[in-house]
């Protein structure tokens, strides 16, 4: 088992242009894991199911989707709930005005469910209303008894707003299908844990597949770059099907399709607790993504 080393964070040093966070926001003792990868790969299904799976293995959980869409947490309460930003805004933004039951909703299995959102387009920085979405759980003692939090975070950016969540993880995880342009972010996203590696605890756990046949395209670049792959979801109908239902993987009918994917989920979430491996992950440079996956 691979203990996470709690150190103190330095902020992004000098020639940083991210936002800059406040370093005494800390989560507490609770896994904290960062969900990464390109827009629409599968990001927010991944996430709540994963967070079914720790919860059916008796585990506290609290996800927090930090997209300005807010739909990563849809198929755990079934509907799109207000953002942090949104309700911050009716008590023009006195947070001790607010009750927990006015920004935390209660999902499937009991998951605790967020969402940050983010400012209006071209108005504001992403990070701050992460910051403040953690500042607010915290003022409200939500994280005391947590377990785990998973930051469900928008497509592959990586700038300073939007790779603030590395503040406060662990384990930064990928997901990608089998595919160059998935893999592309995926790089991309590798440099970013890198760079943020430097001054803070957060490190790289490793790619889950998703809506892949194979893996064979994701195998060539984690033998190049240290990466691992963490779990395999193939494109099966049924997966989107259950978004469409507003309901988890877990709520379906027990095809044994349906049995096998949730199988996986548990196994994952299962290797997740029980400590994974800090990968010293490297990212490539463009053009070697371009020679090692795109000419074949």
């Known amino acids: 088992m691979t203990v996470i080393r709690r150190i103190p964070a330095r902020g992004d040093g000098e020639g940083s242009v991210q936002v800059q966070m406040q370093p005494d926001l800390k989560i507490g003792n609770a896994q904290v894991f960062a969900v990464y990868g390109k827009g629409g790969i599968g990001k927010s299904t991944t996430s709540s199911n994963l967070s ?24 755990l309460t079934k509907c799109l709930v207000p953002t942090v930003i949104d309700i911050l805004e009716t008590v023009n ?20 469910c967020v969402e940050a959102g983010g400012p209006p387009a071209g108005t504001g920085c992403g990070g701050y209303v992460v910051g403040q979405t953690v500042k607010l759980l915290k003022e409200h003692h939500l994280l005391e008894d947590t377990d785990v939090v998973i930051f469900d975070v928008l497509g592959d950016v990586v700038c300073g707003g939007f790779a603030s969540p590395l503040q406060h993880a662990g384990r930064a995880l990928v997901v990608a299908a089998n595919d160059f342009d998935s893999i592309f972010a995926m790089n991309r996203i590798v440099a970013a844990i890198q760079a943020k590696a430097r001054n803070y605890e957060v490190r790289m756990g490793g790619v889950i597949a998703n809506r892949s046949a194979g893996t064979d395209q994701i195998e060539k670049f984690n033998a190049r770059t240290g990466m691992k792959t963490l779990a395999h979801f193939p494109d099966l109908d049924v997966i989107r099907r259950s978004r469409l239902k507003k309901a988890t993987l877990f ?27 800090a990968l010293d ?13 795109g000419f074949d």
């Open 93 to 112: 933004f006195h947070s001790e005005e607010l009750r927990v039951e006015d920004f935390v909703y209660q999902g499937y299995n009991g998951v605790m």
């Open 52 to 75: 079914v799976a720790f919860s059916k293995l008796g585990k506290r959980v609290l996800q927090i989707g930090c997209d300005p869409k807010h739909d990563s947490t849809f198929t």
């Open 281 to 293: 992950a490297r990212s490539l440079k463009d053009r070697d993504i371009f020679d090692l996956l």
């Open 251 to 277: 709520e379906m009918d027990p095809t044994p399709e349906i049995v096998a994917v949730q199988k996986e989920y548990l196994r994952l979430a299962a290797h997740l607790l029980a400590g994974t491996d």
